[in-house]
C-alpha cells in the first residue's frame, strides 16, 4: 500500500485502537505507547500490505501482542493485583442467590440483544459494565474474551490454578450480566 | 439436583472446558425447570459476542 493511503487508515483506526488499548491497560500513558508501537511496526510492513482491511486485521493482531506483552510484564514485576486472594469480591455474587444456591430473583431473557451490538450507545454501556465489575474480575475476562487468551495461559500469566479461574470468569459474567441488564435492557428488579 | 449458583457456575465454565458427561446430563436436567438459568445461558453466550466485537479489527 501506498504510504498517504496507509495513513489515512491508521488515522481512521487510532481512537478505536486506544479505547481498546485503554480499557485493557487502564492507564492512558500507557495505552498510547501499545498503539504507537503497534503503528510503528505497520507502518514499516506497509509492503506487505493488499488493502485496508487486511492492515486492519494486522495491526490489531499487533496491539494484542503489544497489550498482553505489557500485561506480563506489569506481572513479572509485580506490578498487578493479587488473583490468587479473590475472597473479598465475593459478597456481591452471593446476594444474587439465596441460601440452597437457588436465584433470589431470577434472570430475565433481554429482548433483542443482537441488535444492541449494532448500537453505539450499548457498547459505551458495555465498556462502563467491564469498568466496573471488580477490577479483578474485568481483567480476566477481558484476557479471555478480548484479547482472546487461552483459561490456561491466563492461569499461568496470573499463577493462579484453573479452578480458581474458573471462579474468576463465573463471577465476572454474573457480574457483567448484572450490569448490562440493569443499564442496557431495563430489567426491573 | 444442582441449584442455580452451580448449573451458573457449569454454564460458565462449559466456555472454558469440555464438561463431563455427569455435569452435562446434571445441567440439562437442570436447564429443563429452570427459566432464570436458561436466560444465563443466552446471557453468557452473548457476553462473549459482545466481548469479541470489542477485540475485533472490523470499524
Ligand atoms: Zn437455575
Known sequence: MKTDELQRVFAAMRSQMLRFARLQLRSEAAAEDAVQEALLAAHMAADQFAGASSVRTWVFSILKNKIIDELRRRVREGNVMDFAAAEDEMKDIDELFDQRGHWAAPPMAWPDPEAALDNQQFWVVFEACLDGVPPKHGRIFMMREILGLETEEICKELAISPSNCWVLLHRARLGLRECLSQRWFGEQK | ?59
Not at chain 2, 466456555?15 to 445461558?41: D, N, P, W, Y
Open chain 2, 1 to 59: 439436583m444442582m441449584n442455580c449458583k452451580e448449573a451458573t457456575q457449569l454454564l460458565s465454565q462449559g466456555q472454558e472446558r469440555t464438561l463431563t458427561l455427569v455435569e452435562r446430563l446434571g445441567l440439562k436436567l437442570h436447564l429443563l425447570i429452570c427459566k432464570g438459568c436458561r436466560a444465563s445461558e443466552r446471557h453468557f453466550d452473548f457476553l462473549r459476542t459482545a466481548a469479541r466485537r470489542i477485540g475485533s479489527p472490523e470499524p
